[in-house]
C-alpha cells in the first residue's frame, strides 16, 4: 500500500493552482510528490511540477471535507447573510481567462501573462501524455472532460484568442461533456473553432434562438 502524503505534502497539493494543477514548494517537497505519483516535473525549462489526476483527486477530496466541515460548522446559526462577490484567486495562481470576468486580471496582455498560459499549456500537454492510455498529446484527457469551461478557455487564450466583451466567452451548458463558446465577431467565432479543433475538441456551430446568435458547441475528442 503506498505511503500517505505528510501534512506538508498536502498543504502543497491543496494550495496547487486549481485550473492547472501547478504546485509551488521546495524541490526535495515536489519531488517527494513525484516519487508518490502524485505530481509530474514537466520536461521542459522552467521544469515546473504540476498535480497527476491522482493528486487532482486528492485535492478535490481535502475541498470537499473542507466544504462539509464548514457546513457542520455553520448550521446552528439562525441567519446566514449572502455570501460577498467571488474573490479573485490568489496572487499566483494561474486561471485560464473564460471571457466573464468582470474586468482583467492584473497583469492581462503582458508578457509574463504570456509565458503563464504557455506553461500552462505545456503542462496540459504533458499531462495528456501520461494520462491518455496511448499517450497522446493530440486528444483531450480525463482532467480536460471534468474540468471543461477551464480546459477549453486555456486552449483559446493559448492559440492567442482574446478573452472578454471585444472577444471569446466561454460558458457552461446542459448537454454533458460540452460548453459554449461565443465571440464578439463572426471571424472571431470562426478563429475560435479552428483552435479548439487544433487543440483537440469537437466543435459544431449553432444559432441561439430567436434572434439567431452564432455561437459554438465545444466537446472534448475521445479518438
Known sequence: MAKPPTTAQRRIIEAADPATGRLAGSEAQLAGL?????AFRHPRPPHAYFLTPTGHRLREAAAR?????DGAASAPTAEVPAPPPAAPAPSGLFAARTGAEPIPPPGAGSPARARDVRSAWEGLLEMRRMTNPDGARDRPCAWERTHLVQAAALALE??????GPDGYRVGDTPQPEAVAVRDAAPDGLRACASALEAAGWQVGEHAERPHGVRYLLASPRRS
Open 34 to 38: 513525484v516519487r508518490h505519483r502524485l
Open 65 to 69: 471535507e473542507d466544504t462539509a466541515g
Open 158 to 163: 493559448s492559440a492567442g484568442r482574446t478573452p
